[in-house]
């Protein structure tokens, strides 16, 4: 589970595939609304995402669900968002203590030998709010639509979606599709860096090719969901994505390093302008005389960035009494990007991209947890979860020169998970 792990991890957009959710929700039970009831409902939390050594976050969650006549619903959504701590920058670690420029050009950093470079100074607060309407269009059909709105320091991203649905074989069976845009503007601290130009030292000029930038995303969903029987339900969907404009993290550098795999310079990156992604998702839910409830996804996901991953998440949910008890299990593993990198030889030429961030790296993720949930006063739930997460970063096979064979270039992050949900 790749959580929040980076300056700029991917922004948050509307999920278009979460529209295709209903008939699921309402036949486990999970979410069902009687047609007469006509108020609010709510779903609060409140979670702490903590790496060791690095980023930190806490994140708050209200969203409401007003229910009115005719099937029609109005979703809102609140999230706020604090995060801190220390960020790769991309560069190598080295044998000897190693000084960076902060994004500001105004102050610099200190990384002891042997370590990887981590930027202690990530502070960000992010508020979004999402809004969705839906309500039947015909007989047996649904349609949708929303908005969205996220702002950070540094970051402003709107967006719109639209969808539709439609019911066969006695609501047994829900084709649906989507569409979702949105428009993003990146305003980094210190501005936009030029394409490969080197980190100077505080106080001299900036190599910068403006003060902001931006990039606009498409999602289109085609989906299926279909009755089983009456303990199961499948999902299978298909999403198209194409990115285009600034995709480029300003913070991120590469280091160039000579044959002895020493650390020359660092410089700043540089992604191709446009991505296009993939993915196939096929989840299946059972509800067993028990009235325990499995939850079984896969994903496949590929780009033509050349990366290609697979998630398979599970959760088995057992009741104990009014009360219940979830164990959860995800795996996840990624290819390289092309152009991804952990160093640049000085005796190599520059190639056209080049990322060190190894987010684009090849690597494995596992999480474990459990949740616990117990019913309270008035047809609430009060629910905790709790969390482990490992992700393994691992070598494409490029040779290490020098002094990079006795320093960790695939360091493991580990992190812990820890939330506490409130229903009304």
């Known amino acids: 589970m790749q959580l929040i792990n980076n300056k700029k991890p991917s922004k948050n957009k ?113 508020l979004q709010f999402n809004a969705q309407w839906t309500q039947p269009f015909a007989e047996d059909y649904r349609i949708s639509g929303g908005l969205h709105l996220s702002k950070e320091y540094d970051y402003l991203s709107v967006g719109l979606n639209a969808n539709i649905a439609r019911d066969f074989n006695q609501k047994n069976t829900t084709l649906s599709a989507g569409v979702a845009y949105s428009n993003d503007t990146i305003t980094p601290e210190g501005d936009i860096p030029t394409a490969f130009a080197e980190m100077v030292p505080p106080g001299n000029e900036l190599n910068r090719s403006g003060t902001e930038d931006d990039k606009t995303t498409v999602d289109l969903l085609l989906g299926v969901t279909q009755v089983i029987d009456r303990q199961t339900i499948m999902q299978f969907n298909y999403s198209y994505s194409q990115v285009d404009g600034y995709l480029t993290d300003p913070f991120k550098v590469v280091s160039l390093v000579n044959s002895n795999g020493m650390s020359e310079k660092q410089l700043y990156e540089n992604r191709p302008d446009k991505r296009v992604k993939n993915s196939i998702f096929w989840q299946t839910k059972h509800h067993f005389l028990s009235n325990s409830i499995i939850d079984f996804s896969y994903r496949y996901f590929w780009d033509d960035w050349e990366i290609t991953s697979h998630t398979v998440d599970a959760r088995y949910r057992i009741p104990l009494g009014d009360s219940y008890i979830e164990p959860h299990i995800r795996y996840y593993t990624q290819d390289a990007a092309e152009f991804y990198q952990p160093f640049q030889l000085s005796s190599n030429p520059l190639p056209s991209y080049m990322s060190a961030d190894y987010r684009l790296g090849k690597m494995d993720g596992i999480t474990v947890g459990v949740k616990y949930g117990m019913p309270m006063k008035n047809n609430t739930e009060l629910s905790f979860r709790l969390e482990f997460f490992q992700q393994s970063s691992k070598s494409t096979g490029v040779e290490e020169p020098g002094v990079l064979n006795e320093v960790d270039l695939y360091p493991s992050i580990n992190a812990v998970v820890a939330q506490v949900s409130y229903s009304f």
């Open 14 to 126: 509307v999920n278009i595939t979460q529209l295709l959710t209903v008939a699921t929700c309402t036949l486990l039970g999970t979410s069902a609304q009687a047609e007469e009831e006509k108020s609010w409902e709510f779903d609060t939390a409140l979670m702490y995402y903590g790496e060791t050594d690095r980023v930190q976050a806490t994140e708050l969650i209200l969203a409401g669900t007003k229910t009115f006549e005719d099937e029609k619903t109005l979703n809102l959504k609140l999230t706020v968002d604090a995060l801190t701590g220390a960020s790769a920058n991309g560069a190598v670690a080295q044998p000897n203590v190693q000084t960076f420029t902060r994004p500001s050009g105004k102050e610099s950093f200190n990384t002891p030998a042997n370590e990887t470079p981590l930027d202690d100074t990530f502070r960000d607060t992010r």
